[in-house]
């Protein structure tokens, strides 16, 4: 058993893909066949222990899969290919990503984080950190860099921005942000959760962010069957002491996961393309419609986020939409109870459109001052538009809507 053989095969197949677009990234980066029978599918493998030929000299890199494994290689290497960062890695879900990338930050250094994060991050900073970790935690608003501008300490390391956000898809000018950022202290980690978008539409790490986060179970695996987090730095001491973190808490992503997650990431750019033409048709139809109050959406032109979308690069909005009814909570529940195609369930990215209500769902947990604060009222409705026929998703907001009094 000869890994160095393996290694320089691997290395050889990779160096193909370092110049190749996104669609074909996706399908090859991490995936070369394997060296001795050609699987065209990357193997899985579920060991948790691995043979060493002397003591303490295992193999290849694996000893003991809470520490790595060859699957889980694999994805992190087509990771890397798509996020176009170094190094990468699979934790078993999006919050042990935040959790383990959350404590770069030591006892006494200060966070600052978007205030509209998502809940489970909500959580994560309000309910674990700040009160058991000694890290500090500001929330402040991203969108208006000069107010975020003095939220900014002597002791802040790192600055958690996720755009666009969640629930209500504000966007924030991350060239700015990161300018802004820089000139205050270049030291400063600028993490950046690129859930909503994908790598598809938004690169951060190309645009000047360390670190990547993003939450896999979304739109990477895209079928609403795995549930794990990622990461992509080129920054090598951040990855390692994340790495380290992960390893020593116990957060790595399960063999079986990783596995599915290659599959799914192999046709990421043809369902981002699909939710991007989707989410804007659905946008503009709600838009129109009279039954509606406003329409979140920065794919569409009145949005006040539509020049600084298309200034940063983005190729496209993806399938989130969010709008307010001009109803109450009855007409909304009617609404979400109705739909057929889209299904009232919470999560997003997955090929089958999905719709929810904020305040009850996904937001219940973040304090009611908060929640009226970024508008997220009894009236909100967040959907993620899947890959389904155009026609069939409008004729059931169509039937739905039509029920609303
Ligand atoms: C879902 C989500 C997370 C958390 O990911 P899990 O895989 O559910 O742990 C983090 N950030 C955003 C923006 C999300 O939508």
């Known amino acids: 058993m000869d890994y160095k053989l393996k290694q320089e095969y691997t290395d050889k197949y990779e160096a193909n893909f370092v110049n190749s677009k996104f669609g074909t ?4 980066c991490g995936q070369e066949p394997d060296i001795v029978y050609g699987c065209m599918a990357v193997p899985l493998c579920l060991a948790s222990t ?3 030929s002397e003591p303490n000299k295992p193999y290849g890199p694996f000893d003991y899969s809470r520490c790595g494994n060859p699957t889980k290689e694999n994805l992190e290497r087509q ?3 798509i996020e176009g960062g170094k190094y990468s890695l699979a934790l078993a879900s999006g919050c042990a990503i935040t959790t383990a990338v959350a404590q770069l930050a030591k006892v006494g250094e200060h966070i600052v984080c978007i205030d509209d994060v998502y809940g489970g991050t909500q959580r994560i900073f309000r309910k674990v950190l700040a009160p058991k970790s000694g890290i500090e935690f500001t929330f402040t608003k991203t969108c208006n860099v000069e107010e975020f501008k003095k939220s900014l300490q002597k002791n802040t390391r790192i600055v958690w921005v996720e755009s666009p956000t969640n629930p209500t898809l504000k966007v924030t000018d991350m060239k700015a942000l990161i300018a802004a950022v820089r ?8 993490v950046c959760d690129n859930t909503f978008l994908s790598p598809y539409n938004y690169r951060p790490l190309e645009h000047g962010a ?3 986060v993003e939450s896999a179970t979304k739109y990477l695996g895209g079928h609403s069957d795995v549930v794990m987090g990622i990461l992509s730095t080129n920054r090598k001491e951040l990855y390692e002491e994340v790495d380290f973190i992960s390893k020593t808490t116990g957060a790595a992503a399960s063999p079986f996961d990783c ?4 599959r799914g990431i192999k046709t990421l750019h043809l369902r981002m393309e699909r939710a991007n033409f989707n989410g804007l048709e659905v946008a503009k139809y709600l838009e129109k419609h009279p039954k509606i109050e406003k329409v979140n959406y920065a794919g569409l032109e009145s949005s006040p986020y539509y020049e600084i979308a298309k200034k940063n690069g983005y190729k496209g909005n ?5 709008f307010y009814l001009k109803s109450n909570f009855e007409g909304a529940s009617t609404f979400l109870t109705n739909c057929k ?8 990215g997955a090929v089958e459109s999905l719709i929810e209500h904020p305040e009850t769902m996904t937001h219940a947990s973040v304090p009611k001052e908060y929640r009226e604060e970024l508008g997220i009222t009894p009236n909100f409705i967040r959907m993620s538009v899947g890959c389904e026929d155009i026609e069939d998703l409008i004729a059931d907001l169509e039937q739905a809507l039509a029920l609303v009094k």
Do not use: C, R
């Open 259 to 262: 596995y599915m997650l290659i």
């Open 79 to 81: 990771l890397s290919g």
């Open 25 to 28: 990234k996706v399908i090859h």
């Open 50 to 52: 691995y043979k060493q």
């Open 341 to 348: 195609v889209f299904s009232l369930a919470e999560s997003l």
């Open 318 to 322: 993806s399938g989130m939409v969010s």
């Open 183 to 190: 000139e205050y202290n270049k030291d400063i980690i600028i």
């Open 210 to 212: 360390d670190i990547v």
